[in-house]
């Protein structure tokens, strides 16, 4: 009979031991200092090939299920929806099962393992059997007899099996359960997937082995010097230790013994992000080798500022789950070092373990490779957030799953969020998640701060493990972004919460926190400010992050934020190697693709997001003045001259002038003049000083001569950037007009001009169109992620669906030119008019074409994604130049990871695959663009998009493995588009990002060639 404990949140673990440190013991010193554990004679794996039976409810395990004839197998460590079982299941808020705490549903799918093992147990050691991630809890069995129970997916759970373990061979069977009472606290934005998904082993270990050991370290006020301090505790016992210190170099510093460790060290050489420097402390006992790594570096707040070793510092961090799209929640080493080099290749610098602890090895990782991490427990129960509420009572809420601009204050009931913050008999359930992530990970060098979980409500319970905290590891800062908000009748206690923590906020946010508001310590200083999560990186994104980074550097207390998230989420469709998203798998209730939300693809590819994120977070900065170029150095620790060089190049229209590379001395934080002497700028080119930061030496994760970043000074516009195109011999216009249409006609051009709509309908040279449909007036873009919300308004508006009309139509003949004036407009059926046009076309002797377009916005509509004109190029014509910012797409606030040059591209180049299709491949800032045929310019900088689909397509299509090319190659020329923004979880896109003037004026020039 199966003891329920899956439902009882006051039994949380059987027969397991307290949690501890995480490490591995070794038999040889050598071999505990290389960190190999596999390579440690008292690590024996257990991954591998296990028996498996998968049960769609716990209701048809058989009761003899000790003794079950398996059929199966599966790979342990892995996710059974990932092995072909059950299926994926993504939901954000909303829990999967029916809200009735602490009881999951009667129908309860599971897992059952088995695997035989051979040992010859000896009579002086202890067995220790250890599970690193079990999803969601599991029952463990040994020869038929139950060893133990335990939950909490995301930390380890160990049993001794010393009395147990037969000469020989032994059967090891885990049943493992789909959902329990903790799973209610396991509410985090992501796939949900169940098994063993991380590794098992056992551990040898002496009859009084050493259970845990916690390192603290004290460093003096001029950071010259630091004290260690190391406790022990035996599992029986107190015994002595031999401590041996080596310096970051290998060099033994000390070896001393007793049950304590206290040492000085002179000289001390500190641990931080840009630098990771680590001495390695050996224990060794009774046969026994434990190695640790020790990052000797000060955390502190200090005047409201979030300081390591003295100097305030800004994270330029990411969310991180651990996902990826074949093995879902089991990652290994190889893989998590794929990520975090490709963060260190894009100038991040922190990580927040969203929401949950990490494998244990990956923060020794992120120490190793020099990240900051903040370290969070396993806490998420935001579905209670969306239960039906009886009683309204003011609360403030803050609803980061839609509008943050919206008034903080709402007149309802949101205690529901704080049910298991308040209630009492998730009290313990909560501090044991808490003692998990702490005691693991409290001697990692990289965890500068605990976060208590997410989004969860605060209450009693919270406060309990925010002072369990205080009271075990003073030595760093407490983190809970739910305590700000009041959501219930508790008055919050935030006397152990270090921080003032928010998600979504906007930067004028930041800035009215420092010049009108605030929250305030004991001593009356305002806490720092942290963006936990921002700038949600879904789809194309981050069309934000110069803004932050400005908020970020005009306040010293704002110490940065962590960009939501690192990865998509996209699990591999079953027998495809296609990915899906929710709904895909038959998941219900599903949040569609709001889990692809990534800077990287689920196979890591970078998305133009995280090249925008790089180049904003670039270790240098230049700004020109005066002729001068002078460098800022954005690092906290290093000096230029140790760091990088700079390579210059000096062009005019695209020659160049002048280029090398130097160095230069420039401490941190400061400004210094960058050595060029650079020629009199030709003020009738373009002029471009490009600057481009590469890395000096290499890293444990870079390679010299890694570009870091680079810096584009326009010294001078110039004019006629625009290519010279053949002059044409000038033909007079033959014009003939009937009831809808006005015919042009020269020696080899023939122009058709629809009167009822005011546009162009054929353009013809040589009789070979140049566009295959009419040239119309575009206003509407294949909704991107972050439009989720304003698509409602643009689609309410009709703006997918608008109609071009002419009121009025005249033309004249003047020069040899014609001239065609009309009066339009642009609106949707049923819907009113979106914009009143005053068009001028100007058709020149040699076929050119010039149109100036004064629009007037009607004041009552949305702002509008775009405004221009869309080209339906042949088919043939699928090849473009153009001078704008390339080669990657660019937006208004989003093209800081391009530069303004010559480019040359394909319709099929030019387009981004975003696996949920929306706008993408735009150009910002253009000057011009080339075609087989025609070279259109502006009066002002534009921006094109040229693409394989049309707009209504990639509206249309859920997935871009759907997509239908056009029959035609299209061209899309704005006036302005909208920006990005990231509205899909944020603030709504800036104002001044948005295409909403009341009135514009616009001239484009359409050459032939």
């Known amino acids: 009979m199966l003891e329920k404990y899956y439902e009882r949140p006051d039994i949380l673990h059987v027969n397991t031991t307290p949690h501890h440190a995480y490490f591995i013991p070794s038999a040889d010193e050598e071999q505990a200092k290389n960190g190999r554990r596999e390579q440690s004679d008292c690590f024996i794996p257990f991954n591998g090939t296990w028996a498996f039976a998968y049960f769609d409810s716990l209701q048809n395990l058989p009761q003899d299920f000790l003794n079950y004839a398996f059929s199966a197998q599966i790979p342990v460590p892995s996710c059974w929806q990932s092995q072909g079982y059950d299926y994926h299941h993504y939901t954000n808020i909303n829990y999967p099962f029916p809200f009735d ?103 040898l270990r002496p009859d009084n082995y050493l259970q845990d050991f916690f390192i603290q370290t004290h460093l003096s006020d001029d950071l010259r010097s630091a004290q ?42 500190l641990w931080n992000a840009e630098n990771p420097q680590q001495y390695m402390l050996i224990l060794a006992y009774n046969g026994e080798f434990i190695a640790q790594k020790i990052g000797l570096r000060k955390v502190e707040i200090s005047d409201g500022i979030f300081k390591i070793n003295g100097k305030a510092i800004k994270f330029r961090g990411v969310n991180r789950h ?160 739910g305590s700000i908000y009041q959501h219930s009748q508790h008055q919050n206690d935030l006397s152990a919460i270090d921080v003032y923590s928010e998600m979504y906020a906007t930067p004028e946010d930041i800035d009215r926190y420092y010049t009108s508001g605030g929250v305030f310590d004991k001593n009356g200083v305002k806490k720092p400010f942290i963006l936990c999560e921002y700038s949600h990186a879904m789809g194309n994104s981050n069309g934000d992050l110069e803004d932050y980074f400005q908020a970020f550097e005009r306040h010293a207390g704002s110490c ?69 170029v002078f460098l800022s150095n954005y690092l906290d620790f290093t000096d230029l001259k140790d760091y990088l060089s700079v390579g210059y190049r000096y062009s005019e229209n695209g020659e160049t002038l002048v280029e090398g590379r130097l160095k230069m001395d420039c401490a941190p934080g400061q400004t210094a003049r960058l050595p060029l002497d650079l020629p009199q700028p030709d003020r009738s080119k373009l002029c471009l000083l490009d600057l481009t930061y590469t890395l000096e030496n290499r890293t444990a994760l870079l390679s010299a001569g890694h570009e870091l970043g680079f810096d584009q000074i326009i010294i001078a ?3 006629g950037v625009a290519p010279q195109t053949a002059a044409r011999t000038a033909a007079p216009w033959q014009v003939e007009e009937d009831s809808r249409n006005l015919y042009l006609s020269s020696a080899n051009l023939r122009y058709t001009f629809d ?144 530069k303004l040059g010559r480019y040359r591209t394909s319709a099929a180049e030019n387009h981004t695959d975003y696996l949920k299709p929306q706008e993408n491949g735009s150009h910002w800032g253009s000057r011009f663009v080339e075609s087989a045929d025609l070279v259109i310019s502006a009066a002002q900088p534009f921006s094109f998009n040229l693409s394989p689909y049309t707009q209504e397509m990639l509206t249309a299509t859920a997935h871009c493995y759907d997509l239908v090319e056009s029959e035609a190659t299209v061209l899309c020329v704005d006036y302005k588009m909208s920006g990005i923004g990231t509205n899909s979880c944020g603030p709504n896109l800036n104002e001044r990002y948005r295409l909403n003037e009341s009135a514009f004026d616009w001239q484009l020039d359409i050459r032939l060639k």
């Open 228 to 269: 260690i301090n190391v406790s022990t505790q035996f599992s029986q016992t107190p015994q002595d230790v031999t401590f041996r210190l080596y310096a970051p170099d290998g060099t033994l510093l000390l070896e001393q013994s007793g049950e304590t460790l206290s040492a000085a060290i002179d000289d001390a050489q």
């Open 717 to 719: 516009e110039g004019e």
């Open 560 to 628: 940065g934020g962590f960009i939501w998230e690192w990865c998509d989420h996209a699990p591999k469709l079953p027998d495809s190697k296609r990915s899906g998203y929710g709904g895909d798998f038959g998941d219900t209730p599903n949040d569609g693709n709001f889990c692809v939300d990534g800077l990287v693809s689920p196979e890591r590819i970078p998305h133009s997001n995280l090249l925008e994120l790089k180049n904003i977070n670039r270790p240098a900065r230049a700004r020109f003045s005066d002729g001068q």
């Open 322 to 481: 651990s996902s990826d799209p074949k093995t879902g929640y089991t990652i290994s080493r190889a893989q998590a070092e794929i990520d975090l080099r490709l963060m260190k290749q894009h100038n991040i610098n922190a990580i927040r373990t969203a929401h949950y602890p990490n494998s244990p090895w990956f923060n020794e990782l992120c120490g190793e490779y020099g990240f900051y991490v903040i370290g969070e427990s396993d806490i998420e129960s935001h579905g209670a957030s969306m239960l039906y509420v009886k009683s309204p009572e003011p609360s403030i809420f803050l609803n980061v799953e839609n509008d943050l601009e919206t008034a903080r204050v709402r007149q309802d009931t949101i205690d529901n969020f704080c049910y298991f913050a308040r209630d009492p008999s998730y009290r313990e359930a909560i501090l044991d998640r808490t003692r998990a992530n702490i005691e693991r990970d409290k001697n990692r060098s990289a965890v500068i701060m605990w976060s208590l979980g997410n989004e969860s409500g605060f209450g009693e319970n919270f406060e309990a493990a925010a002072a369990w905290i205080k009271s075990r590891d003073s030595s760093r800062p407490v983190h809970y972004e």
């Open 101 to 203: 705490p602490p009881y999951v549903p009667a129908d309860n799918p599971c897992g059952l393992y088995q695997r035989r093992i051979h040992i010859e147990p000896q009579a002086d050691k202890r067995y220790l059997l250890n599970f690193e991630g079990v999803d969601s809890c599991f029952y463990v069995y040994l020869n038929g007899e139950f060893v133990g129970y335990s939950q909490v997916s995301h930390s380890t759970s160990e049993f001794d099996i010393t009395g147990r373990l037969k000469s020989g061979s032994n059967t090891l069977t885990v049943l493992v359960l789909k959902w329990c009472d903790g799973s209610y606290l396991e509410d985090q934005d992501k796939f949900r997937m169940s098994g063993i998904f991380d590794d098992v082993y056992l551990l």
């Open 755 to 898: 009167k009822t709509k005011g546009i162009f309908s054929a353009l013809q040279k040589d009789s070979q169109a140049l566009i295959t449909a009419p040239l119309d007036f575009n206003i509407w873009r294949a909704p991107t992620d972050n439009d989720r919300l304003i698509r409602v308004l643009w689609q309410n508006a009709g703006f997918d669906r608008v109609a071009t009309r002419a009121y009025e139509t005249a033309w004249s003949q003047q020069d040899g030119a014609v001239i065609i004036k009309t009066r339009s407009s642009i609106a949707a059926v049923s819907r009113a008019r979106v914009l009143t046009l005053e068009v001028t076309y100007t058709v020149s002797p040699d076929g050119n074409i010039r149109i100036a377009v004064h629009a007037e916005k009607t004041a009552e509509q949305p702002y509008l994604p775009r405004f221009g004109l869309r080209f339906f190029l042949p088919k043939t014509s699928n090849t473009v130049s153009y001078l704008g910012y390339g080669s990657g797409e660019s937006y208004v606030g989003k093209h800081h990871a391009s």
